[in-house]
């Protein structure tokens, strides 16, 4: 129980890698604030993944549940703050933020439209730069100490053709974590990234369905298959933990080897 007496904000946890880590914090004994933009059901469905696994042991003991949904629009800035402050009114702080929320479009850069390029960067960069900034204000005001990880990908690293507005928000994230991790040490405040592969979620549904496609990427990962959310998650754990309290500015790839081994089909 790594977690105990902490509390943690998921952004984007209705479904995919974000529910995977709501369930993985529950189970380590945080309680964990859901966040969503336009499914409350899956926000309910990762509420009740939560009561069905850390419920057992500690609900009993606890007045408040240990879950809680929250609906906003990460690429909006008066919803992040109106997100990190209902999430404080409702369980008293914040320790730890997972900035998970993001997107991805495909189109040739030729063709990219305003819209898709602000709806990429609203939500996968700027609206990880304020709600970083809204959790770290909190922290400050309240003299403590805390943990922010980063669902960055592979793609802050390695070229991924037609998706580079994702792979632009994903670089900078990655020199948002390195600055942050210089600018907040002297508050014991950590940052780091988990840059996930090939993960078996939503994003990935049209590949999922083409078997040619899929069966190409496969042949590029040395350990010969797909992530699951567990496998992003339980690194998440671990670096929301005190054993990574001397971690921050770096990425932790998890990709069973993809990044060595990629070549775009
Ligand atoms: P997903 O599409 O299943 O989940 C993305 C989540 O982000 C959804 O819950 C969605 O509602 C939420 N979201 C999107 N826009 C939002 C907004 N404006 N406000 C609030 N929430 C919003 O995808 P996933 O695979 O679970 O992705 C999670 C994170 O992991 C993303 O940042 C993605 O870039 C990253 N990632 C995924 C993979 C992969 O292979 N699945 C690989 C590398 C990185």
Redesign the pocket.
Known sequence: MRLEGKVALV????????QGIVVRLAQEGADVVI?????PE?AEETLAKVQATGGRCYMAQRSKSQGYTIQ????NVNEIRQLIAESIAYFGKLDILVN?????KHAPFWEVTEADYDAIM???LK?VFFTTQAFVQHLIATQRSGKIIN?????EELSFPNFTA?CAS?GGMKMLTRNLAVELGSFGITINNV?????E????IKLLNDPQKLSALLRNIPLGRL?Q?QDVASLVAFLASSDAGYVTGSTFFVDGGLLWNYQEQ
């Open positions: 952004t984007g946890s209705s479904q995919g890698i974000g966040n969503y933009r336009s499914h899956g906003a629009d990460l690429g998970n929320a993001g997107l991805e609203n939500v996968n609206g669902i960055s990908s592979v793609h994702y994903k840059a996930p592969g090939a993960i979620t939503p994003i990935n992530g959310p």
